[in-house]
């Protein structure tokens, strides 16, 4: 296993195993058979230590992210332009391709960040990154539902002036189990593929 010659010595979820164990890693190899994890709690109530895979390090969420909203700003960038040409046209084609254009933004949100997330753990920019977002009680993805109820959790933060957007973003930061604010709640991860 590639990514996981990089892993100190330790406890891990180990791909391929049940969900909801660990193996013992020596630092070149995996040791004995996987055990069960009984999830701790810490006094709020949340997971505390992930049995669902090795954390993503922030600089690779990060970049999975910056992806994802690259790839809606060059969405936005190439409407932005055909909605100049529509309106130079006429302002009636201009107004319903202004319409068009704010449809497949949102729709492209919701099947990367909600369809395709919620059935396969990954959006475009993490299956790049290799990393998925999983549950923390299956170790499997979260689903469509949940996965809205996340994105939906994030247009609530930025509804309160973007500080608790921001906080949730830069949580992981100094979080012991490298999660968002948002993904305690859910009890979700987003760990290495």
Do not use: H
């Not at 909203?69 to 909605?83: E, K, Y």
């Not at 753990?121 to 996340?150: H, Y």
């Amino acid at each position: 296993m590639s990514e996981s010659s990089q892993m100190q010595p330790g406890w891990y979820y180990a791909q391929g195993d049940e969900p909801g164990t660990q193996r013992y890693w020596d630092g070149t190899q995996w040791v004995g058979d996987p055990q069960p994890v009984a999830q701790q709690q810490d006094s709020y109530g949340y997971g505390t230590g992930s049995s669902v895979g090795v954390p993503a390090e922030y600089g690779t969420r990060f970049v999975a992210w910056l992806i994802d909203a690259g790839i809606s700003i060059g969405i936005a960038i190439v409407g932005f332009i055909v909605v100049a040409i529509g309106s130079a046209i006429s302002d009636t084609l201009g107004g319903l391709l202004t319409v068009v254009l704010y449809i497949g933004l949102f729709g492209f949100q919701i099947w990367n960040s909600v369809i395709r997330q919620g059935q396969t753990g990954q959006t475009l920019g993490k299956t790049q990154q290799n990393i998925k977002l999983v549950a923390d009680d299956s170790g499997g993805p979260v689903g469509g539902g949940m996965a809205f109820v996340r994105l939906l959790l994030q247009w609530v933060f930025s509804i309160l002036c973007y500080i608790p957007l921001i906080l949730d973003y830069l949580w992981p930061l100094w979080d012991d189990e490298k999660k968002r604010l948002s993904d305690k709640i859910l009890k979700f991860s987003v760990v290495n593929n």
